[in-house]
T-cell receptor, first 113, second 113 residues
Framework: DMKVTQMPRYLIKRMGENVLLECGQDMSHETMYWYRQDPGLGLQLIYISYDVDSNSEGDIPKGYRVSRKKREHFSLILDSAKTNQTSVYFC????????????FGPGTRLLVL | GDSVTQTEGQVALSEEDFLTIHCNYSASGYPALFWYVQYPGEGPQFLFRASRDKEKGSSRGFEATYDKGTTSFHLRKASVQESDSAVYYCALGMNYNQGKLIFGQGTKLSIKP
């Protein structure tokens, strides 16, 4: 059963704290993604990872960094979180790159106070 | 640049009604087209995909036909159920886009029992 998992599912942090969001997939997919979703703005791409240690900025990378040390695992890091980073974060994965189907995780709801 | 337009922001129907959600795209090449569904509190779920003219994608009673002439990929279902209430996203992927999908703004479908 193809699956993308995300941990934690809910998180409350104070402004200035560091945040680590974790994503895993069991499909041996090469490519992984981080998105955020805000009301009225749809899905916005933060980062793409094409394989281990091969990451590329998406459309809104500012304030975020990523880490991929194993193919099945992709982390999103917020150094010194800001209140405007309150959002729902989705991880996704795809087998390859171009025109491949992306499979999404259940999301992490982050509140930065 | 490439884009996806969903003309309906919200659609309200009764059970057993016929559904059409319009999706039109603009792209300079030959995109792959996707439909995703997102239920409240969950991540987007892949419905189906089509990648060539006149190809039909289908899943769970939903279907759409890739039409290069009208640059459309409209989602249809013959008889909706209350459980179909969700947000539906049309998306396109290009072979030069380094894995990025371009999503429409989404259509919220509400079904009255």
């Amino acid at each position: 059963d193809m699956k993308v998992t995300q941990m934690p599912r809910y998180l409350i942090k104070r402004m200035g704290e560091n945040v680590l969001l974790e994503c895993g997939q069991d499909m041996s997919h090469e490519t992984m993604y981080w998105y955020r979703q805000d009301p009225g703005l749809g899905l916005q791409l933060i980062y793409i990872s094409y394989d281990v240690d091969s990451n590329s900025e998406g459309d809104i990378p500012k304030g975020y960094r990523v880490s991929r040390k194993k193919r099945e695992h992709f982390s999103l890091i917020l150094d010194s979180a800001k209140t405007n980073q309150t959002s729902v974060y989705f991880c996704a994965s795809s087998l390859g790159v171009n025109q491949d189907t992306q499979y999404f995780g259940p999301g992490t709801r982050l509140l930065v106070l | 640049g490439d884009s996806v337009t969903q003309t309906e922001g919200q659609v309200a129907l009764s059970e057993e009604d016929f559904l059409t959600i319009h999706c039109n795209y603009s792209a300079s090449g030959y995109p792959a087209l996707f439909w995703y569904v997102q239920y409240p509190g969950e991540g987007p779920q892949f419905l189906f995909r089509a990648s060539r003219d006149k190809e039909k994608g289908s899943s769970r009673g939903f279907e759409a036909t890739y039409d290069k002439g009208t640059t459309s990929f409209h989602l249809r279902k013959a008889s909706v159920q209350e459980s179909d209430s969700a947000v539906y996203y049309c998306a396109l992927g290009m072979n030069y886009n380094q894995g990025k999908l371009i999503f429409g703004q989404g259509t919220k479908l509400s079904i009255k029992p």
